[in-house]
């Protein structure tokens, strides 16, 4: 089964005790991006997005969306980081999956 709003990079990993500003290109669904929010569940499906992200997304340019500092994750815990934000006239949504390690 394709998913097609997921990633192409596929699974990212970070450590427990890294803490990552990811980016996320957006140039094939728009550009722009206005109206963001990012959204981070743990593997039971529990939004953990306080606990884990510090800050607020930016747009570093007209195709990219940094998102908030991810940080404190549980070493062997999968975590799935949903961004959804407006392009245009569309509301699109995006996800990736995070692995955390020692």
């Given amino acids: 089964m ?3 709003r997921e990633v192409i990079e596929g699974p990212q990993y970070q450590g427990k005790d890294e ?3 990811w980016t996320l290109d957006i140039r094939a669904w728009g550009v722009m991006p206005t109206n963001i929010t990012v959204t981070v569940y743990d593997e039971t499906g529990t ?3 306080t606990a884990v992200m510090t ?11 940094a998102l908030p ?3 404190s994750l ?3 815990t999968q975590y799935r ?6 392009a245009g006239a569309q509301t699109l949504e995006g996800y990736f999956i995070i692995i955390a390690e020692d």
């Fill in 19 to 21: 803490e990552i500003v």
């Fill in 47 to 49: 939004d953990v997005t």
């Fill in 81 to 86: 980081v949903e961004v959804q934000f407006n």
């Fill in 2 to 4: 394709t998913r097609v």
């Fill in 74 to 76: 549980t070493p062997d």
């Fill in 69 to 71: 500092l991810l940080h």
């Fill in 55 to 65: 800050g607020s997304p930016t747009t570093p340019t007209t195709t990219t969306i």
